[in-house]
């Protein structure tokens, strides 16, 4: 049974208050909590044991899937793997996230390899939500790894969001994008307190008008620490762009190093990067329209990563 | 009633000290207050001074017989100063619909804060959901500042410079938001501007050169003045720049 924690959590990474119509796939502290699947959305365990495999068929068109992991024992480290099989010309919704309660002393770590096959045309909107809590001191860690391939003219969208609690995080995201395929993501982390996250984001466009569009806005506020990379190589005639822009405070640290390389006469690549404070006039406009300046902060703060 | 006894302000620049305003006194109580006088003569330093965000070296700032010149912008303007900045500031992320429901202070619905754009002279369901940042034009900015100055409905308006940027949309229409303002909030409205056609609808008009008050008083006494090729102030080569 879900207890209240585990309910929280659950309400953080996505959003539901209930078990969600539709597939879905339920992770608390490391064994299968709950399940559903529909006639087009299969997922069967694996073998080992860690972690599932997802069957999307073909033409699967306005359905969902949910696949929240919760952690609510201090001391648990686990590695699990899911791989999606998305069939041909399917458009679908699919909703992870990774909440920890830790109450204990001990860590408590989720590392999840997350592999995603779009076949030909299909279509994947992906948002995934990374929250912790806890009033102990034990640290909590994510490691999400992410590995997408997309078959020709397939498209992903990749919304990824860490705002609060988790105190060391290590993002690798890999995509190989083949022919009329295209991948967006958009990044947002806050970073507080000691925290420290790192991202990697490694693009091959390879196929002819292949596209991906990365982008990334963080918060590094106390002395927390983070580091936001991105390579995206043009091996085809392609379009290419990444964009990271950050809002630094405090006593933080904020290294964006964005890396395009192209080996391709028509291969198009733009890479921007941009740190800064708040701009003074910004808190100065907001509080001339009655904020105060910490509300000022909270509004600009939360604008930037909406 | 804004009353400014003589506020003087001076920056440390790379030349040693620089005065910028030198030994302003003036009263603010009628509908319509303009200020004008060539660029660099120091009015948006004096705008700054009344909405806090610079704080004079010497003189005081009474506001309805209280002493307002330490107080922050923040308590400033909720005791009823707002102020529209000549150059908008952008923000990514915070839409147009965001910027008003915090200039009104309450929660408001989408149809109040679309009737506040549409005075302003902008097609509020294009503008709602968007974001106040680059991909907005100058001009569009300028009106979405002085929606949220509408939104206020505070008791006094500063604003530098509404025309600026706004060359398409025809002063009989900026004009008359001023005048709408007046009629549905009353309060005073302290406006920054070359323009002669702001100037006309002064009540008062204050002429700020080299951080000097040059002259106060009404239209008629200072308009004439300031347009004849002569005058002292060439406001008609600035308002000839401006448009």
């Known amino acids: 049974m879900i207890d209240e924690i585990q309910k929280n959590l659950l309400r953080e990474v996505a959003d539901l208050d209930n078990l969600p119509v539709g597939a879905y796939n339920i992770r608390a502290n490391g064994k299968s909590e709950s399940r559903a699947t529909t006639a087009n959305i299969d997922i069967v365990t694996k073998e080992d044991g860690k972690g599932i495999d997802i069957y999307i068929k073909p033409f699967t068109k306005k359905e969902s899937l949910h696949i929240p992991v919760i952690i609510s024992e201090s001391g648990l480290t686990e590695v699990v793997y899911n791989d999606f099989h998305i069939g041909e010309g399917a458009d679908v919704v699919i909703i992870a996230g990774c909440g920890i309660h830790n109450c204990g002393t001990q860590k408590s770590a989720h590392d999840g390899v997350h592999s995603f096959y779009l076949e030909k045309n299909a279509r994947v909107r992906y948002v995934e939500k990374h929250y912790g809590d806890g009033d102990g001191m034990g640290e909590n860690i994510m490691n999400p790894t992410t590995v997408v391939e997309l078959a020709e003219g397939a498209y992903m969208e990749m919304e990824t969001t860490q705002i609060k609690g988790i105190d060391s995080t290590s993002r690798k995201t890999t995509a190989k994008v083949a022919e009329g395929a295209t991948l967006i993501v958009k990044e947002k982390i806050m970073t507080h307190g000691k925290q420290f996250a790192e991202t990697d984001f490694t693009v091959d466009l390879y196929g002819e008008n292949s596209h991906t569009n990365v982008i990334s806005r963080s918060v590094a506020k106390d002395t927390s620490r983070q580091i936001f990379r ?3 190589l043009g091996n085809a005639k392609c379009h290419g762009h990444t964009e990271c822009d950050a809002i630094i405070m405090d006593d933080a640290t904020v290294s964006a190093i964005p890396e395009i390389t192209a080996n391709h006469i028509d291969a198009s690549l733009i890479h921007e990067a941009a740190i800064g404070k708040i701009a003074g006039e910004q808190l100065a406009k907001l509080m001339t329209l009655g904020l105060d300046e910490k509300e000022a902060e909270e509004q600009i703060i939360s604008g930037f990563l909406k | 009633m804004l009353e400014l006894q003589n506020i003087s302000f001076s920056a440390e620049t790379e030349n040693g000290t620089k005065e910028i305003l030198k030994d302003i006194s003036l ?4 509908r319509f207050v303009a200020i004008t006088g060539p660029n660099g003569g120091g009015k948006s330093t004096l705008a700054k001074v009344i909405a806090g965000l610079i704080t004079p070296t010497e003189g005081r700032i009474i506001l309805d017989g209280d002493d307002i010149t330490d107080l922050s912008i923040t308590e400033r303007a909720r005791r009823g100063v707002s102020f529209a900045f000549q150059q908008p500031v952008r923000f990514k992320g915070i839409t147009v619909q965001d910027l008003i429901t915090i200039a009104a202070g309450r929660k408001i619905g989408v149809s109040e804060a679309c009737e506040y754009l549409s005075e ?25 500042e002085i929606a949220t100055v509408l939104a206020r409905g505070t008791k006094l308006s500063v604003f530098d410079e509404p025309e600026a940027g706004i060359d398409l949309w ?13 009629e549905k909030k009353g309060g005073s409205i302290l406006i920054i501007s070359h323009q002669e056609r702001i100037l006309n609808i002064a009540d008062k008009i204050i002429v700020i050169a080299g951080g000097h008050l040059k002259q106060i008083g009404t239209k008629e006494e200072i308009l004439p003045e300031l347009l004849s090729a002569s005058g002292g102030i060439a406001c008609r080569t600035l308002s000839e720049k401006v448009v």
């Open chain 1, 230 to 232: 991105s390579n995206i």
């Open chain 2, 27 to 30: 009263k603010v109580d009628e």
């Open chain 2, 120 to 144: 302003v002279g902008l097609c509020a369901r294009d503008y709602i959901n968007r974001e106040v940042n680059a991909s907005l034009s100058g001009g569009e900015l300028k009106r979405i």
């Open chain 2, 170 to 182: 025809s002063f009989n229409n900026l004009i008359k938001v001023f005048e709408n303002m007046h």
